[in-house]
């Protein structure tokens, strides 16, 4: 099922998230449902904040061609990084259309927990390593605009203010 993706600014996207004790089956349809939101939307990773679940659970697919590669994580925490940086244009569904560079570690390794209650350990590098840093800074109430200078993010927030002023009018409210 398709979710509303909560549009900046909402407190729930400042907050930070509780983690997952325990795989449930409502964890299960939250994931499912989390991928669903992330490919109609269509985006490369989708936190559960965004969809106003203030749970530590994030989905991720950044290949762009090929078949679908949907990851899901339970409790993610970035345990090594790089000291080289990567520079990437990121965006955010919670932000939609406004697109700014940040600089962040190249590389970094992950442990997570997964929806089979297992324990995993993986580098990721490139795109997938901002997406993974993107997706675990939501769960701790981060959103890449804050990375920006004052202004810069302030303009931005001003025109979701006023987008999500318009999406009111016309009966689009979130
Ligand atoms: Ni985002």
New binding site residues.
């Given amino acids: 099922m398709i979710r509303d993706i909560l549009i900046h600014p909402d407190p729930r996207l400042k907050k930070p998230c509780d983690r997952v004790q325990e795989v449930t089956a409502e964890i299960h349809v939250l994931a499912k449902d989390m991928l669903d939101t992330m490919y109609d939307a269509p985006g490369i ?1 989708l ?1 559960a904040p ?1 969809v106003g679940a203030m749970k530590q659970l994030i989905v991720m697919d950044c290949i762009k061609d090929g078949p679908p590669q949907p990851m899901v994580m339970l409790n993610p925490i970035v345990f090594w990084a790089s000291e080289d940086l990567s520079v990437y244009d990121e965006g ?3 932000i939609p259309d406004q697109y700014a560079e940040v600089s962040r570690p190249g590389s970094v390794k992950v442990r997570w927990m997964g929806l089979d209650a297992q324990t995993y350990e993986q580098q990721f590098d490139g795109l997938w390593a901002t997406c993974v840093q ?2 675990i800074d ?1 769960l701790n109430g981060k ?2 605009i804050d990375y920006l200078g004052p202004l810069k993010r302030q303009m931005i927030t001003r025109r979701m203010e006023k987008l999500k002023r318009e999406r009111a009018r016309f009966g689009d409210g979130r």
Avoid: D, V
Wanted: with cysteine.
């Fill in positions: 990773g936190a965004q955010c569904l919670s993107h997706e939501h959103l890449f």
